[in-house]
Structures are given as structure tokens and as C-alpha cells.
């Protein structure tokens, strides 16, 4: 993996670098242990649960403010 770092700027190519082994190790921590199709089912669940009440907080948070 190669990450160019242009005009000096090493901050913003570590942060290059960082954003695409994320992509790997997030893929690694996922084929590490044997997860059943239940398992896989209930934590995507889990998760829509939690995308669903952060989005409604925010959006209760956005309407009341305006009051």
C-alpha cells in the first residue's frame, strides 16, 4: 500500500494512510472468529435499531431548537 505525500504535507498523507488500512483491518476483525448467519442477522438488527434512534435524536434535536 502507497500513500504519495505532496508538498510536504505529512499529516494529510497519515491520514490517507490510515483511511485505507482501516478498510483492511476492519476486514480482518470481521473474518477473525466464525460468525453464524443468526449471529450475523441479529447484530445487523442491533444496528438498524441504533441507526434508527441516533437519526431520530437528531432529527428531535433539529426540530427543537427552532421552538
Known amino acids: 500500500m502507497r500513500?504519495?505525500?505532496?508538498?510536504?504535507?505529512v499529516d494529510k498523507?497519515?491520514?490517507?494512510?490510515k483511511r485505507k488500512c482501516s478498510e483492511v483491518v476492519f476486514e480482518y476483525r470481521e473474518r477473525e472468529y466464525y460468525e453464524s448467519p443468526s449471529e450475523k442477522r441479529h447484530k445487523a438488527k442491533k444496528a438498524a435499531v441504533k441507526r434508527e434512534r441516533r437519526r431520530l435524536d437528531k432529527e428531535k434535536e433539529k426540530y427543537g431548537r427552532r421552538k
Open 3 to 9: 500513500v504519495k505525500v505532496r508538498n510536504n504535507d
Open 13 to 17: 498523507a497519515l491520514r490517507i494512510f
